[in-house]
């Protein structure tokens, strides 16, 4: 089980505890339309997966926003966000934030996602969220990147994902 901080405080993380090199898992989340979307796994494009606990902080918010600027001209790539908040929640997000280069789903019915990939916050006060992770997943579905982000409070480091990406071309 690993550890990730909020405001200093450890939280642990259950699930599979997954890492590079591993196989990405197949599971799915709920997207804004109600369907299923599927991350991980072997795809024709390299898989982006960001997972966070809610668009409705400004850290959330501002990454989902980078990202979405991000990966504008990468054409190579698929780039899924996943978080707890409802597809109602999400969708007028997207809508009122102008993300259009990604897609976001939620992760609320039964935590699939979360618990694959070992991100599931355990304990305090953030019990039941996503963890601020990230992973880069190749066309063979292996996971080339991950960073689970060490404060929960921080942002990611997007050039470093991004690079995977490029380097997983």
Not at 81 to 86: F, K, P
Not at 92 to 106: D, H, K, Q
Request: proline share 2%.
């Amino acid at each position: 089980m690993q550890t990730t901080l909020f405001k200093g405080t450890t939280v642990k993380l259950a699930g599979n505890a997954i890492s590079v090199g591993d196989k990405a898992p197949v599971v799915s989340a709920v997207g804004t339309d109600l369907k299923a979307v599927f991350v991980g796994g072997a795809k024709d494009k390299i898989q982006l997966i960001i997972t966070l606990p809610s668009l409705d902080t400004d850290i959330c918010a501002s990454e989902t926003r980078r990202f979405n600027e991000d990966v504008n001209n990468l054409d190579i790539c698929e780039t899924t966000v996943i978080s707890m908040d409802l597809p109602f929640a999400s969708e007028r997000f997207c809508t009122t934030s102008g993300i259009e280069n990604l897609t976001v789903a939620s992760d609320y019915i039964d935590k699939d996602v979360s618990r694959a990939y070992g991100v599931l916050m355990d304990d305090n006060a953030l019990k039941g969220l996503s963890a601020r992770a990230v992973f880069v997943v190749d066309r063979s579905g292996v996971i080339v990147y991950k960073e689970i982000v060490k404060e929960v409070t921080s942002e990611p480091n997007y050039e470093a994902a991004l690079e995977a990406i490029k380097e997983a071309r």
